[in-house]
Structures are given as C-alpha cells and as structure tokens.
C-alpha cells in the first residue's frame, strides 16, 4: 500500500466534505471559545491551526453518558432490548496523545474478557485520521512516556502540516480504503517538516519516570496525605484525561413499566467510588483515593493487561484543570528520586 503522500488543504476539505456526507465527521471546532472535538457539519466547521482540545477523544468510543438497555415491562411480559450503536464515525484531526489514549482502552474494553460490545462496534465503526502536533504545549510530557508530537502509531492515516498542505501516510487498512478518495500525490523529496518545539521537557529537563516496580515499594509513603491535603476531589483529572476509564451503574425509570440502564463515567478520586452495600468504603481517605489514580496508570493496569507502557499519554490536561495545581509531573518526578537515592 501506498506509504507517503501529499495532498492540499484544499483537497483534503473537499476529501472531508465527502466523509461527512456519508459518516458523522468529528473534529476540532471552537464551541463557545472552548475547543473540542466535536461532530461538525463541513470542513467550514474545523479549527484547522489548533492546540490541543480541553478534552480528548475518548467520548466517541466511551460516552460520558450512554444508555446501555432499555427494559418494558408490560403485564407478566418484560422486554429487554440493547443499544448499540450502529453510527459510523471518522474522527479528523486526533493528536497523538488522544490516539494512543484510545489503545489504552482497548485493553480493558477489548483486549481481554469480557469485551464491551458498546465500546467494540464504535472502534470497529471508526476511523481515526491524525494529525501530528506543530508544537508541544506548555504542559505537555508525552516524549517522556514514549510517545512523540508525530507518532503514527494508534491512527489509520496520519497526517502533518507542511507548507502547502499536508503529508499523508498510510497506516492501516482501514486507512488505505478510506484515502481512496483524497486526491494526492506521491510526496516530493523536497517537503519536510520542521521540528516540533518542545517545552515542559526543556523546562524540566532532568524529569524522569519511575520504574513500574518503584510504585509498590511507597504505597504508604507519607507524600500521599500531604498532596491530599489540598485535593478537592472534583474529579476533573478523571474527566479530562484519555485512558480513564471507571464507569458507574445505574437503573433509572423513565415510566411506570419503562426503565433505562445508564452508564457513566466515574472517578477513583470520587468520596463514593467502590462505596459496597452497608455505606462501606475501602478508599475514606483523599490520600488513599489519589495514591489509587497514581499506582492505576503507572503500575496496576500496566501490570493488570500486560501493557509496555503507563496508562497516561503525557497529554498534560490534568495539570491544567487542576485547580489546587496538583501535578502528576511532579508525582513522577518524586518517586523516581526516591529510586534513585
């Protein structure tokens, strides 16, 4: 299959023109000066040179709210009936970091038993067209953790802005049957693209990362309570990043003899998450809950679903919603001090 092409801004809105005619087209776009991916109508509606959005694209395979099934009970009779989805989705414009985000949830939700059948026919219904960062935000770490501005990796097609348009490269199969339509041509020798500006990792430039076996060794470290001392327990770490994945239950009627099972999303640094019957709670303690979401991405699920990687993307965005300033930078940092001393 075809590797490397090149193609112009032009093409490429006509190319995404003819996508959202026969699929819902997500992309970056402005929704009241807040930037998210988001279904657009056209190309008209993408925000073409754009940083990073607020929040990343896992909504599109793990919505923050989705009807799971519906129950009818009418008389002795009750009806069950399942609401998966059937939408076929091309999400334009995923960062890298949101990408690979998504192959972190792949894990839990398809890799292993039991799949997700919700989350299973979104991925298999979508097409994911990336497109490589001009610039690392201010906040951002992802080389840290083995990723880059341009990875290719956990995309279909990838795209990178040069001058005069855009490079294309194939990745999939996926990807090569739905490029089919974009004019393109074979990419001159002449394009390159300049280099991606750095700057956390210029600011911090002695920051490391702990090894997976460091986290257990301080499960009680003393460093918990205190960076719970200023936790607020809002849950915005949880919402905007994208590898999170704890969901919550629940039964609600909409009409007598009609009920709906919701899914939500959840939080491990919720006062109620694990909460079992009879009010107790295995985690009371902010400490407790924030030691929970640091040994998560960096120890338990990379153990629990073999990954060769932490559960966090270096996306940065819990650093800047934070607001008690909370780093998850500086936890890393930390503890890996502590291993090498």
Known sequence: MPQIGFTTRQNLANWLDSL???????GPRWVDQILLYHPVESSQEIAWDFPRPL???KEFFFPPTERLLSIHKSGQQVQIEETISEERQVVFGVRPCDARGVRV???VFLEHEAVDPYYARRRENTVLIGLACQEMGENCFCTLLGGSPDDSA?????LAEVEGGFTLQVVTEKGER??????QREISPGITRPDVQLHRQDIFPALTLPSQEAWPAHFNDPYWGLMAESCLSC???AYVCPTCRCFDLRDEARAPGEWERIRCWDSCSG????RIAGGHTPRPGKGERLRNRFECKFYYYPQQYRLDSPACTGCGRCIEVCPVGVDITEVMDHFAE???A
Do not use: H, K, P
């Open 20 to 26: 959202a005619a026969e699929n819902t087209l997500i």
């Open 178 to 183: 739905i490029a089919e339509g974009l004019s």
């Open 338 to 340: 502590l291993e090498r």
């Open 235 to 237: 849950r915005l770490c």
């Open 55 to 57: 929040l990343s694209a």
């Open 154 to 158: 956990d995309v279909d097609l990838m």
């Open 271 to 274: 006062d109620n998450y694990r």
């Open 105 to 107: 949830l792949d894990a």
